[in-house]
C-alpha cells in the first residue's frame, strides 16, 4: 500500500486549499483513511476520518471548516480546508488503517493506521 499527498502551500488567513491522498494497492473505504497534521515541535493530531463515506468524523479544531470526502473510482481522499488559521500550519499526512475496525468507530491515535503518505506542508500566513 502506497499513500501519495500533495495540495499543500502558501496561503493567507482565511483563504481555502484541498488535499489529496492516493492511495494504490488497497480500496479506499474498506477500513478507513484519516489526514493527521503535525506543527513544528508538536506531536502529530488526528484532523478527520472517513470510511465508506458513511462514517466521517473530525477534530473539533477543524470542524465547519474542514471536509474530508473519497473517490473510490480514483482511490483518493480529499481534505477541503476554508476558512484557513494560522494555527492550521502544519505538515498534513494522510493514512490509512490495514486492521479489522468494528463499524461506527473512529480511531484517532496516529498508532491506529499502518500505512502513511509523505507529508504535505500547508503554512498560512496571517
Known amino acids: 500500500v502506497q499513500l501519495q499527498a500533495s495540495g499543500g502551500g502558501l496561503v493567507q488567513a482565511g483563504e481555502s486549499l484541498r488535499l489529496s491522498c492516493a492511495a494504490s494497492g488497497r480500496t479506499l473505504s474498506e477500513y478507513g483513511m484519516a489526514w493527521f497534521r503535525q506543527a513544528a515541535g508538536q506531536e502529530r493530531e488526528f484532523v478527520a476520518f472517513?470510511?465508506?463515506?458513511?462514517?466521517?468524523s473530525y477534530a473539533e479544531s477543524v470542524k465547519g471548516r474542514f471536509a474530508i470526502s473519497g473517490d473510490n473510482a480514483k482511490n483518493t481522499v480529499y481534505l477541503q480546508m476554508n476558512s484557513l488559521k494560522a494555527e492550521d500550519t502544519a505538515v498534513y499526512y494522510c493514512a490509512a488503517r490495514g486492521r479489522f475496525l468494528l463499524s461506527g468507530r473512529v480511531p484517532r491515535d496516529p498508532k491506529d493506521y499502518d500505512y502513511w503518505g509523505q507529508g504535505t506542508q500547508v503554512t498560512v500566513s496571517s
Open positions: 472517513i470510511r465508506r463515506s458513511t462514517t466521517i
